[in-house]
């Protein structure tokens, strides 16, 4: 008999003897089908379009020109940051592409069938705290071009309590429940949604960027930004603005198996990804090209979008802007900030939990986190709240990977995912893999004084664990995944099982 085993491994024709984990495996959590992989290379890039096209991403250039660098050194910071970026994206991809897997799921290889939740867990909550903000700032549009009678009102006063006025929850409140509709209809309705407001998304940011270079004049104002910064201090602000800018995406480089699960094949994966350096790069040049402009048109710099479209002013414009905003706020905030948090909560309890239910208490919590409390504390909003959690996200990325090619050479035992039986090769000790959980600690300890000092905890630390930190996503990354692979080399217990093609399995 199997069970008498003593060894972690089992060859496939007796791993069929074993069926699924009914805690493991729900509709939402089994390998996609032929049938539902219909995402092509170019829904692909439209769903990074959707994503780029945004009100946090229109800051990112910005804010680096705003601390001393010329407006290209700001793009080419942005692009180099997901251009390195794109390789953990298309990595972690393949396996997504080619067992029909999800994240969590992927997890289980390396943390093992319970430890995974850990990993998903941290992934989930930053989705969540992210979820709220981006909601906030789409709130936020409907607030700020409402007429000016209704923003004077007695609502529109801020209660202590509360944090923020009646109003601006409200429209919280109101842009939180638009986005419902769409995450009910699950990941073909998020397909569709991607799919045909790229194009929209584009002619809108092009007729921004058009009306600026219409009423400006030129763009002669932004070329003439030249960098304040000397030599050393361009390099001390680099680093750190680089992590800064890989963290933005840092998230969906863990999940993205999520959705190239759907992609029709390996090509269409990586050639629809493979844009988004070009996609960031370009809308950073638009956020710089109309937040320099506003200086010539105003008198004045304007790097909110939401405040310059309500300052052009006009019906027309008004409505265009509230829809171009809530249709960019959506489309990222939905695929970004709900797809993961929401299959990682169906992992935890597939018998409970479906991925509408997950997404709908990824919303719910959202809200808890209270998102406007977090923006209006966020001074250091880039090098706090983004780099911060890199240190988290970042040794998660590297130990998958790790395991994936380095370990198990791109071979995975698909059934021995969704058992739970002890001598399945992705049971470990008890469900975790020790290996992976101190490599996962042994990531984050090294960044924690840095982080602590940003914050303010601490006074004073070394310079090193300021270095350190300003690279947390570098440094956790790549040493939770060496620690990884020399642990389990030592252990010595890992062989690379025999792959199953998912979609000839009948066991599942």
């Not at 069970?3 to 959590?29: A, I, V």
């Not at 709130?139 to 923020?164: C, D, M, N, R, Y």
């Not at 997950?358 to 209270?370: D, P």
Request: proline share 5%; hydrophobic share 50%.
């Amino acid at each position: 008999m199997a069970s008498k085993r003593p060894t972690q491994e089992l060859d496939q024709s007796e791993f069929k003897e074993f069926e699924p984990d009914s805690g493991l495996t729900n509709s939402d959590l089994k390998p996609t089908t032929p049938e539902q992989r219909t995402f092509s290379g170019w829904e692909m890039a439209s769903l990074w379009i959707g994503l780029v096209v945004g009100v946090p991403a229109y800051y990112l250039a910005g804010s680096l020109v705003d601390l001393g660098m010329s407006w290209w050194q700001g793009i080419a910071t942005v692009v180099a940051a997901n251009i390195i970026l794109l390789f953990p994206l298309v990595l972690t991809g393949h396996p997504g592409t080619r067992y029909g897997i999800s994240f969590p799921v992927l997890a289980r290889s390396a943390f093992g069938i319970h430890g995974a939740h850990i990993p998903t867990l941290l992934r989930a909550l930053v989705g969540c705290g992210w979820y709220g903000i981006e909601t906030w700032i789409g709130g936020e549009a409907i607030f700020l071009l409402l007429p000016e009678s209704v923003k004077s009102s007695v609502f529109a006063k801020s209660l202590p309590w509360l944090g923020t006025s009646p109003l601006e929850f409200y429209c919280f409140i109101a842009f939180w429940l638009a986005q419902l509709g769409i995450v009910w209809k699950g990941m073909d309705g998020i397909r569709q949604l991607e799919k045909y407001s790229a194009p929209i998304l584009i002619v809108l940011t092009s007729c921004l960027l058009g009306w600026a270079y219409v009423n400006a004049g030129s763009f002669s104002h932004m070329f003439s930004l030249s960098s304040s910064l000397s030599s050393s201090q361009f390099w001390s602000l680099f680093f750190p603005s680089l992590t800064a800018n890989i963290s933005f995406w840092a998230p969906l480089a863990l999940n993205i198996p999520d959705f190239t699960r759907y992609a029709k094949s390996q090509t269409d994966q990586i050639l629809g990804q493979a844009g988004l350096p070009i996609f960031m790069g370009a809308f950073t040049f638009v956020g710089l090209a109309v937040t320099s402009s506003t200086l010539v048109i105003f008198g004045r710099i304007i790097s909110n979008p939401i405040q310059l479209l309500g300052q052009i002013g006009g019906v027309i414009t008004m409505i265009l802007a509230i829809f171009g905003i809530s249709l960019a706020t959506i489309t990222t905030n939905i695929a970004a900030n709900v797809v993961a948090p929401a299959n990682v909560l169906v992992n935890l309890s597939p018998s409970i939990f479906t991925f509408r239910r997950g997404a709908i208490l990824t919303a719910l919590l959202g809200i808890v986190c209270q998102p406007w409390r977090l923006l209006k504390s966020s001074e250091s909003f880039v090098y706090t709240w983004l780099v911060g959690y890199s240190a988290l996200l970042g040794p998660i990325g590297g130990i998958v990977l790790a395991d994936y090619y380095i370990i198990r050479r791109t071979q995975l035992n698909i059934n021995a995912l969704y058992s739970a039986n002890p001598f399945g090769t992705y049971y470990y000790t008890g469900g975790y893999n020790l290996a992976a959980m101190t490599a996962l600690v042994i990531g984050i300890l090294p960044v924690i004084p840095g982080f602590l000092h940003k914050v303010g905890v601490l006074h004073s630390v070394s310079n090193t664990f300021i270095v350190i930190y300003n690279n947390a996503w570098f440094i956790s990354f790549f040493s939770a995944g060496l620690v990884y692979w020399i642990l389990t080399c030592l252990k010595g217990t890992q062989k690379n099982s025999q792959a199953i093609d998912p979609l000839l399995s009948d066991s599942l």
